[in-house]
């Protein structure tokens, strides 16, 4: 019977490996598929699935920073690759997912498209031009859905520059028939609700922090299954799964630092498990610590 059964398959492998090399793997992105990220790739899914009309549903997934948005857009991405498209020469990209400019900017927003797409451009280039060239492509790449992170970037402008950039987004979706996927924090949800007419076609889709629930204790039972230490840390059990959710403040992005910390401490110690001790060799400032350590310093 196998001692490791508080590891997945893939851990038990990486346990094989050398310490540097069992390291990287830790510190190496991964996907928890909790109840919530899972309900939002179903309607993800859905738009997916949708047929071009008039009218093309779109969505605003906000949440608070760090708290797993980005990285549930990518595993989404990951899901509709882009790859070569048999009736061209050009590829087939159904998901194209882009990061905001940090200003309202809809030249620099055409750029970093054109970019993702190694499409040749010159950025003196007329804005109408760049909007021809990009509606263009996404045409004859067969983009269904475009998802924008940081979307809340909309507000580092003034109120023309966030007209004019809704504008744009309104623009490429009637023009293209796709949908709009927009990530950010609850200031996008304000910034979209400053023109009637997006506010009505994007559905919220709130993650909201995490509570000291069954739900934050399944997630810690599915952490502990992916880092590859030799002995079980048990982190679920409550005094170390309320440690835990104290230092994290309930953001899955704090948490997963604090784990990947406290596991390469526990390799490189030769500890092999995450205890009470090695939280507090890792030394641990917590978000709102942090906040007001910045708020004195300013």
Known sequence: MSCYKHLS???IEQLK?????RIEKIRSDRWIGYPKAKSVLTKLDD???????ERMPNMLIVGDTNNGKTLLTKRFLKQYPAKDNPEGDGIFAPVLLVQAPPVPDEGRFYN??????????RPSERVDKKQFQVIKLLRYIGTKILVIDEIHHILAGNLNRQRAFLNVIKYLGN???????GVGTKDAFRALQSDPQLSNR????????????QDFLRLLVSF??????????????KSLAMRLFSMSEGYIGELSRILNDAAVYAVK???????????DKIEWISPSQRKRQLDGAI
């Not at 738009?47 to 071009?52: A, E, G, N």
């Not at 110690?269 to 939280?279: A, Y």
Request: aromatic content about 8%; charged content about 20%.
């Open 17 to 21: 490996l050398d310490n540097d090399a």
């Open 175 to 181: 023009e293209l028939q796709i949908s709009i996927v």
């Open 224 to 237: 502990e299954r992916m880092l590859p230490l030799n002995k079980a840390s048990n982190l679920h059990a």
């Open 269 to 279: 110690n030769n500890i092999e498990e995450i205890t009470p001790v090695v939280l």
């Open 202 to 213: 994007f559905e919220p889709v709130l993650l909201p922090r995490w509570e000291f629930n």
């Open 47 to 53: 738009l997916m699935s949708y047929p071009r009309i």
């Open 9 to 11: 398959d893939k851990a």
């Open 112 to 121: 970093a498209i054109l970019e993702l797409l190694f499409a040749p451009y």
